[in-house]
C-alpha cells in the first residue's frame, strides 16, 4: 500500500514538473511564469482542486508515441478567488509549447462544461505555439469544441481571458468571444497571421510585438481590455476585477462590506463643472466620488478615452459605469466609443449589473471618416444595447446632452429609471452657437443681434429645465449630493422587473 501511495506521489511530481526544469528556466528567462506558478497567484492559497492531470494525448504521428506528457500541455480544475468559485485552464508552455491535441481541447471542454453546469466563471491563461502540429484536424477540432463552448458560456458565466505568451492563428478566437481579455507587456502577443505572413502577403515588415502586443490591442485595436507589466500584475488585477462579478447570470453580483457613508456630501463637485462649457474637465474625479471608497475598476482604460467604463461599488453592490469624458475630444460619441460603450452595457446586462451613466456629451463626431466607417451602425450598438438592458439604469446628466446623443446616453426614452440632471445641464438639440447660426442666418453679419439670439437661446435650452418640465428629467439635483442621489435610486430599483417581448434573440447592429 505504502508503495502504491509512495507511486501517486512520484506520479504527481513528475506531472507538476511539466516540461522539465531546463524548459521552466526558459519559461523564467523570458519573465513568464510556469502555468501552476499563475494558477497559484491567481487562486486563494490551497484552493486549487486539480483535474486531469494524467491525460496523456492519443497521437501515434511523427514519433508521438514516444512523447506523452501527463496532463498534456495544460493544467486545468478549479479553485477559489477570495472564497468564490471559479474555474481555470493553464496552458503550459513547457510541454510541446503548450500546443493544443485533441486531448488538451478535451480537458478545457471538461472544465467549461462545469462551469456552465455549476454557475462559476472561467478563467483561461492562454501561452500556446496554437494548434499541435502532429495532430492535424484533430487539433482544429478540438479548437472548434471550445469555441462552440464560448459561445454558449456567454452570458452564463463570465469568460476571462489572460494573454501571456503566444496566441496566433484561428487561436485567437476562443479569447475573442470571451468577455474579457487582458495581456501582458512584451510577452504576450495575438494576432491572425504572424509577421512573417503578413510580409509575404502585404509587404509589411512588422515585429510581433507591434503587430499583436499588449500596446496595438489595448490602444489600437481595443481586442483586449487592459495590458499589464507582468504575470503577477495581471493576475492580482484579475482577481479584483472576480471580485466585481456574480458567479453566473443565476446570481446577483456580490455584496461587499463597506466603509464609506452613503450619504456623503462632496462639496467639490458643485465646482466640477467650469464656467466657460467649452472648458473640459476631469469625469473620472465624479465617478471616484461617487464610488464607494473612491474604488473604481477601468475597463479599456487605453482605447476611447472619450467614454469611460469600469466597475464601482455603490452600498456593497457593484454597479457598472458609462460615462462621457469632456478632457478627450470634449466626451464625442463617435464610432470607437460607442462600440466601447455598447460592449460594457450588454456584458453588465447579461450580468445583472446595474447601470450608471454620467453624461456630458456635445453630440456625435462629425466627419467623412467617421460616415465612411459606419458610424450610422456603430452608433447604433450604443443606443440599442442601452434600450435593451433591462437592468436597473440610473442616469445623471452634469452638463452637454445634445441631439441624438442625449437621447443614447440612457435617457429616459430608452427606458432608464432614474434620471437625473445637474443645474448646469445644457439639454437640447444643440449648442446655442450652432442652433442660432441656423435659426437666424440672415442675422449672421450682425454682432448685436446674434449675441441677442444667442442669449435667447441659452436662456431657453441651456439648463435642464424644460427637459425637467416634461419629465424627462426626474429631478434636478445639487452635485453635492449626487452619492446620496444615486445610491437611494439603485437602492428603489433593487426588485425591478422588466419584461420584454419574445423573441429568439434580437438583431443588434454589428
Ligand atoms: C507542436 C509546438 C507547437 C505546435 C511550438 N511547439 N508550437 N509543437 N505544435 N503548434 C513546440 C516546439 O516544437 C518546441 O518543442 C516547443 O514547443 C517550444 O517552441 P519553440 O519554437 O522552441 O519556442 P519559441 O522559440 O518561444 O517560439 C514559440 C512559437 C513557435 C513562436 C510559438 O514555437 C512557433 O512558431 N510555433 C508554431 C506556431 C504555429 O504556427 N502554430 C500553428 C498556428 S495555427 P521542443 O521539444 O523543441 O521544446 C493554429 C490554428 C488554430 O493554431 C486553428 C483553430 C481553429
Not at 500500500?1 to 528567462?29: F, P, Y
Not at 503578413?198 to 499588449?214: F, W, Y
Not at 464625442?332 to 447579461?350: E, H, P, Q, W, Y
Request: hydrophobic share 40%; with cysteine; charged share 25%.
Amino acid at each position: 500500500m505504502k508503495d502504491i501511495v509512495e507511486q501517486l506521489d512520484e506520479r504527481r511530481g513528475h506531472a507538476r514538473l511539466g516540461g522539465g526544469e531546463k524548459r521552466i528556466a526558459a519559461q523564467h528567462a523570458k519573465g513568464k511564469l510556469t502555468a501552476r506558478e499563475r494558477i497559484e497567484l491567481l487562486l486563494d492559497e490551497g484552493s486549487f482542486e486539480e483535474y486531469d492531470m494524467f491525460v496523456a494525448h492519443r497521437s501515434t504521428e511523427f514519433g508521438m508515441e514516444g512523447n506523452r506528457p501527463p496532463g498534456d500541455g495544460v493544467v486545468t480544475g478549479w479553485g477559489t478567488v477570495n472564497g468564490r468559485q471559479i474555474y481555470v485552464y493553464s496552458q503550459d508552455f513547457t510541454v510541446l509549447g503548450g500546443s493544443v491535441s485533441e486531448t488538451h481541447g478535451a480537458k478545457i471542454c471538461k472544465i467549461m462544461d462545469m462551469a456552465m453546469q455549476n454557475g462559476a466563471p472561467v478563467v483561461g491563461i492562454n501561452d500556446s505555439g496554437g494548434a499541435r502540429i502532429q495532430e492535424g484536424v484533430d487539433s482544429l477540432a478540438a479548437y472548434g469544441e471550445v469555441f462552440q463552448r464560448n459561445i454558449e458560456a456567454s452570458g452564463v458565466v463570465p469568460q476571462i481571458s489572460m494573454i501571456m505568451g503566444p496566441c496566433a492563428g484561428g487561436a485567437v478566437y476562443s479569447p475573442a468571444m470571451t468577455d474579457f481579455i487582458f495581456m501582458v507587456k512584451d510577452s504576450s502577443y495575438m494576432f491572425v497571421t504572424g509577421p512573417d505572413v503578413v510580409k509575404t502577403v502585404t509587404n509589411e515588415v512588422v515585429t510581433a510585438e507591434e503587430l499583436g502586443g499588449a500596446s496595438t490591442h489595448t490602444k489600437k485595436s481595443s481586442v483586449a481590455d487592459g495590458a499589464f507589466e507582468n504575470d503577477v500584475e495581471a493576475l492580482i488585477e484579475v482577481r479584483r476585477l472576480i471580485d466585481f462579478l456574480p458567479l453566473s447570470n443565476r446570481e446577483k453580483p456580490p455584496v461587499r462590506p463597506f466603509f464609506d457613508s452613503p450619504d456623503r456630501i462632496e462639496e467639490s463637485l458643485d465646482t466640477l463643472v467650469p464656467a466657460n462649457p467649452n472648458q473640459p474637465y476631469d469625469m473620472k474625479e465624479l465617478i471616484e466620488k461617487i464610488a464607494d471608497e473612491g474604488d473604481f475598476y477601468e475597463i479599456q482604460r487605453d482605447f476611447a478615452g472619450n467614454i469611460i467604463t469600469g466597475f464601482i461599488r455603490l452600498e456593497g453592490q457593484t454597479v457598472g459605469v458609462v460615462a462621457n469624458q469632456p478632457m478627450v475630444l470634449a466626451g464625442v460619441l463617435d464610432i470607437d466609443s460607442a462600440r466601447k460603450g455598447a460592449r460594457f452595457v450588454r456584458f453588465c446586462d447579461c450580468f445583472e449589473i446595474p447601470i450608471l451613466s454620467l453624461v456630458d456629451v456635445p453630440g456625435f463626431l462629425p466627419g467623412t471618416a467617421q460616415e465612411y466607417d459606419g458610424v450610422i451602425k456603430h452608433g447604433a450598438k450604443l443606443l440599442f444595447a442601452y434600450g435593451e438592458a433591462t437592468v436597473p439604469k440610473v442616469t445623471v446628466i452634469t452638463r452637454k446632452a445634445y441631439g441624438g446623443a442625449y437621447v443614447v446616453m440612457a435617457s429616459k426614452h430608452l427606458k432608464a429609471d432614474v434620471n437625473y440632471a445637474w443645474p448646469t445641464s445644457e439639454i437640447a438639440v444643440m449648442g446655442a452657437k450652432g442652433a442660432v447660426e441656423i435659426l437666424h442666418r440672415a442675422d449672421l453679419g450682425d454682432a448685436d443681434k446674434i449675441a441677442a439670439h444667442t442669449a435667447e437661446y441659452e436662456d431657453r435650452f441651456a439648463n435642464p429645465f424644460v427637459a425637467a418640465e416634461r419629465g424627462h428629467i426626474d429631478e434636478v439635483i445639487q452635485p453635492h449630493s449626487t452619492r446620496r442621489r444615486v445610491c437611494r435610486a439603485f437602492a428603489s430599483l433593487r426588485r425591478k422587473s422588466q419584461t420584454r417581448p419574445w423573441k429568439k434573440h434580437d438583431n443588434i447592429p454589428l
